[in-house]
T-cell receptor, first 119, second 116 residues
Framework: KAGVTQTPRYLIKTRGQQVTLSCSPI?????VSWYQQTPGQGLQFLFE???????NKGNFPGRFSGRQFSNSRSEMNVSTLELGDSALYLC??????????????????FGEGSRLTVL | AQSVAQPEDQVNVAEGNPLTVKCTYS??????LFWYVQYPNRGLQFLLK??????LVKGSYGFEAEFNKSQTSFHLKKPSALVSDSALYFC??????????????FGQGTELSVKP
């Protein structure tokens, strides 16, 4: 079974630009969550999507947004990039309760991440 | 507020010796606890979890963790360390309510270095 796929793996942007990152979850997983990882702040939760609806949101400004499509693939967007947005952005997928035959065991499965550098 | 603490930024052990990476948590109610490992320029890999049941949980690559409710700790252990275990280890917690399914609170991470 293929794992979580994130694209692009690396990208460089300049301040003021915007960026879109993509995440394809494990087949059958309907929940996708996003995390930002930086050396100073560690791993911080951005948001979670399930059935095309945002279910949880972390403490990030409105420049950070996301969406989920009917095939469970997700994208996150950061507008008006700042130097501090340089980070590794990790996507994770999980099964959710209510799926027939799938017990919600709780762990998240992470992708390799998208490393964003803002110059 | 929910929190996870990993009191050691770095742990150094010699190959073949036992290793312990410490984690304490503070959450309301009974938590779900997880350990993840991250190799350089890679995503996080799931090692093990505690949901309920036995306090000693066995996971991948020979790792295990001991849940201690009275001390609110979930330390990661391995009887005999390998050089290939060198990586960044994260402890994480999630509350039980299912609507918090994707939200994990991570510790700051502990860099494990295993020397030959």
């Amino acid at each position: 079974k293929a794992g979580v796929t994130q694209t692009p793996r690396y990208l460089i942007k300049t301040r003021g630009q915007q960026v879109t990152l993509s995440c394809s979850p494990i087949s059958g997983h309907r929940s996708v969550s996003w995390y930002q990882q930086t050396p100073g702040q560690g791993l911080q939760f951005l948001f979670e999507y399930f059935s095309e609806t945002q279910r949880n949101k972390g403490n990030f400004p409105g420049r950070f947004s996301g969406r989920q499509f009917s095939n469970s693939r997700s994208e996150m967007n950061v507008s008006t990039l700042e130097l501090g947005d340089s980070a590794l952005y990790l996507c994770a997928s999980s099964a959710r309760p209510g799926l027939a035959g799938v017990r919600h065991t709780g762990e998240l499965f992470f992708g390799e991440g998208s490393r964003l550098t803002v110059l | 507020a929910q929190s996870v603490a990993q009191p050691e930024d770095q742990v150094n052990v010699a190959e073949g010796n036992p290793l312990t990476v410490k984690c304490t948590y503070s959450v309301s109610g009974n938590p779900y606890l997880f350990w993840y490992v991250q190799y350089p320029n890679r995503g996080l890999q799931f090692l093990l979890k505690y949901i309920t049941g036995d306090n000693l949980v066995k996971g991948s690559y020979g790792f295990e963790a001991e849940f201690n409710k009275s001390q609110t700790s979930f330390h990661l252990k391995k009887p005999s360390a390998l050089v290939s275990d060198s990586a960044l280890y994260f402890c994480a917690v999630r509350e039980r309510p299912n609507n918090q399914g994707g939200k994990l609170i991570f510790g700051q991470g502990t860099e494990l270095s295993v020397k030959p």
